[in-house]
């Protein structure tokens, strides 16, 4: 017999020939029991060395596609029977219903996309993180990991971590804890997906601020959880909004998502109280709560918790940088253990790599010094563009006040989000509307100013654009 394949000069002959001989036979082109060449016909017929057939045939007949292979000849197996023939046809893979209703991942920026002048959230500044720090406690790692048994880990994370971890929010957040009440998560998206895990029964009622973070809502609807949106006003979620049968209550107290202002004591002692009536928890997500810029500290909502009821989230994302995927919950003691079961479902546990060098990186200083300096830095930027929104953009736009954080919100007057977004679109400036965060798309517009990863002089060219831009329409 004749075999037809091609084979591509560029690349290495022995895997080519195999997959076309292997998916030859799979698609039932070759039949079973049908005679193959033998390898020494096929190497001249495709002017290739013997020993690559005879690797591949080989290789075909030790994984049952082949029987035999000698004087007699080659023959394909009869293990395929049954499929040979078939023509290969792409089957529609239909995943639960509740994931059609999850829109796509949130939009990443493209590989080298120019992000000097772009506003985009939850981006920080690299450049100001001491990597020369980072490296010692980076080895240090690899030092301890090499001591270490060959087993798995603890579920909840490293010790020398989980101890940093309560060390820095007792004193920088209030929260009083042990360093084993702490679970070190892939994040704070990941501690609250787990939380939902635990949490959310299908039907169960989860209460969301509106606007609000779309993925904490979106993990909870995956779980098949009814989420109802509760309106944020100047103080936070309204309290008095939330359903009466709503089992978990996911809030960002420091810093609302996407607004900006921190939730009033008022309104955090209530939420407490409602929470506890009610026998619900309360997610805090404090993603970016450690940076604070006037006014008196906001203290986190757990060191209100008399009752037991919040869950603090924690996470490196902006203290770091967001790929470390390094967060922590922390969690009243009854639910610790079966977080710790989900925790070993989903993946056993974290990078431990990760956890040593960030646990180093902690006790030793580093990370303290490195939020000191990322403070200063960002608390110029921060002033640089709170002067544009209240001076010659007022008349666009007002800023929402708020304490802490690593982005500025300001609502807009008499202009669309849209027109806003395409009015920078054009100078090569990225600006970003709110309303993807409003439940519904729809509320009042405005702009989501993530400002810590462009220096001064970018948000100064920026702005100062823009307001030219804005002025000769
Ligand atoms: C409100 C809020 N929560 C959670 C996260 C996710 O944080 P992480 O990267 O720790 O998963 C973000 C990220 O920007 C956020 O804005």
Redesign the pocket.
Known sequence: MDLQLTIDERQGLTVQLYRQLRAAIVEGRLAAGQRLPSTRELASQLAVSRKTTLEVYEKLEAEGFLAGHGAKGSFVGRGLASSAGRRPVSIDIVPASVWRSVPEALAMPRAGADLRLDFR??VVDRRIIDFAAWRRAIAHAVRLQARMPGTYRDPAGEQELRLAISRYVGMQRAVACQWNDVLVTA????AINLIARVMVEPGDTVAVEDPG?P??SQAMRTLGARVVPVPVDGQGMIVDAIPADARVIYV?PSHQ?PLGMPMSLERRVALVEAAARRGAVVIE?D?DGEFRFDGRPVESLKSLDHAGVVIYVG?F?KTMF?DLRV?YAIAPPSLMPVLLKARQLEDWHGCTLTQLALGRFMLEGDFARHLRRAQRIYARRREALLGWIGGALAPWMEVVPSSSGIHLTALLRGTSEAGMVAHAARLGIGLHGIAPFHAGGQGPGGLLFGYAGMDVDDINAAMSALVSELGSQ
């Open positions: 959230g939850g994040g704070a998206q990941h973070y993925p904490a960002t998502f997500d993603y996470s994302s967001p967060g």
